[in-house]
């Protein structure tokens, strides 16, 4: 929504006059419409990932700022003064580096390190983690909401299993599931994985060498893989 237009501003009024839309509760009496909204924010909250720009607005250990790291642990019981991304921006708008590895340990510091920094004078901001231009598309939210439909969360372990075992029955090849099990575990040979098993000395994308390569870079958002998927007959899905 466009937090100047009418409809924002009526939405606001009501439902999150002192909060923040991605925080705004459901209410009391909630209208089909507003009902609608939130669930379509459940999506959209899956690929928000911050961009770090002076870093203030980011919580370092609880914000979703570097991909594929939904909790960053400290190193120890010993905690920075000021608990935002802020803290490991020096001056110049850079990473420090030796503040990084005083409350990181040296593999986590080295994935911090690819992660961009924007313009120091501005404020942080979101952007959709699955395009490669961080844009939130409605041809992908609509390709994750039919597989979200079918595909449980892996905390609902009974669903799990069922889910598991209509793959294991599909009659597709045994390396075409084999390769989906280990892609939904993160299990793939990318270069991060590489990376921590010490075979690859970067963890960052041998293409796109901006960022670093994880399962989701390798299949969405790497532009080779938005080629690729764009020239193919899964076009309407990406």
Request: net charge positive.
């Amino acid at each position: 929504m466009m937090p100047d237009s009418l409809v924002s501003r009526l939405f606001k009024a009501k439902y999150f006059r002192h909060n923040f839309f991605l925080n705004a509760s459901k209410g009391h009496c909630a209208s089909f419409t507003w009902q609608s909204l939130l669930w379509g924010r459940n999506f959209l909250k899956r690929g928000l990932l911050w961009r770090v720009g002076n870093g203030q607005s980011i919580s370092t250990v609880h914000s979703y700022w570097i991909p594929s790291w939904r909790f960053i642990p400290y190193k120890g019981n010993v905690q920075p003064l000021d608990p935002s991304v802020s803290y490991f921006i020096d001056d110049n708008g850079c990473w420090s580096k030796d503040r990084l590895l005083e409350f990181f340990d040296h593999e986590l510091v080295l994935v911090i390190l690819v992660v961009p920094i924007g313009d120091p004078s501005l404020q942080d901001s979101f952007i959709w983690e699955h395009h490669p231009f961080g844009s939130f598309t409605v041809n992908f939210a609509s390709h994750l909401a039919k597989f979200s439909t079918s595909l449980p969360a892996s905390s609902d372990n009974h669903s799990l299993v069922r889910w598991w075992k209509v793959l294991w029955n599909l009659k597709i090849p045994q390396k075409i599931k084999h390769f989906i099990w280990r892609a939904f575990y993160h299990n793939l040979s990318v270069a991060l994985y590489l990376f921590h098993r010490k075979v690859l000395t970067s963890p960052l994308c041998s293409l796109y060498s901006g960022n670093a390569e994880f399962v989701s870079h390798a299949f969405i958002e790497c532009s080779r893989a938005s080629f690729e998927w764009s020239d193919s007959i899964f076009e309407s899905f990406y």
